[in-house]
């Protein structure tokens, strides 16, 4: 159980456009769902925290008009990234939480997002 | 900001042989831990989980251990084995405000050698 998806796991996008990354929770809803940032060799950033129903919450320094959260349904949310640049490029990574569980994610597999 | 940190960032072992992964933290707040490994190219998969109000927990083949007075959190991590090499994160969580977010530590990278 607690199983997250991502899709896609990989994209290539040219400068300038937009890119839209899901994350689905396939075995339960989640209410709240986060979304992260990884660079190489680095740790996981939180940048934001999707709540069904509401606006996300951004963390201090992510810009929300650049990165769009949607948060449709009790199990998917979605993460655009508008007017992607090269430094745009990471691996984005979201996690679900359980409802009933408030301290305990589950991560999706990631996203590689590389601008060109 | 105060956040969760780690002291080697890159250890080495023989495969069967017990691994030690340390973590300090500095958010005297923080009242969950959680360690989670990750492999390349994937999301970070829970490994064990503490209280703050427990200062042992065991799972299989792995323990964890919160020092709350020194702030530091370690895993342990019985007969390793190769498949155990990846990356290792602590991530805290400190209530209040920051009520069910994780600040993750930097990490460290753990071989096992076979």
């Known amino acids: 159980g607690a199983v997250v998806s991502q899709h896609p796991s990989r994209v290539i996008c040219k400068s300038g456009t937009s890119v839209k990354i899901e994350c689905r929770s396939l075995d339960f809803q989640a209410t709240t769902m986060f979304w992260y940032r990884q660079f190489p060799k680095k740790s996981l950033m939180l940048m934001a925290t999707?709540?069904?129903?509401?606006?996300?919450?951004?963390e201090q320094g992510v810009e929300k008009d650049k990165f769009l959260i949607n948060h449709a349904s009790l199990t998917l949310s979605t993460l655009t990234v508008t007017s992607a640049h090269p430094e745009d490029s990471s691996f984005y990574i979201c996690s679900a939480r359980l409802p009933r569980a408030p301290y305990e994610q589950y991560f999706g597999p990631g996203t590689r997002l590389t601008v060109t | 900001g105060e956040s969760v940190g780690l002291h080697l960032p890159t250890l080495s072992v023989q495969e069967g042989d017990n691994s030690i992964i340390n973590c300090a933290y500095s958010?005297?707040?923080?009242?969950?831990f959680i360690w989670y490994k990750q492999e390349s190219g994937k999301g970070p998969q829970f490994i064990i989980d503490?209280?703050?109000?427990?200062d042992k927990r065991q799972g299989q083949r792995v323990t964890v251990l919160l020092n709350k007075t020194v702030k530091h959190l370690s895993l342990q991590i019985a007969a390793t084995q190769p498949g155990d090499s990846a990356v290792y994160f602590c991530a805290e969580n400190a209530g209040g405000t920051s009520y069910g977010k994780l600040t993750f530590g930097q990490g460290t990278i753990l071989t096992v050698h076979p």
């Open positions: 503490i209280r703050s109000n427990m």
């Open positions: 958010n005297s707040a923080s009242d969950y």
């Open positions: 999707s709540n069904e129903g509401s606006k996300a919450t951004y």
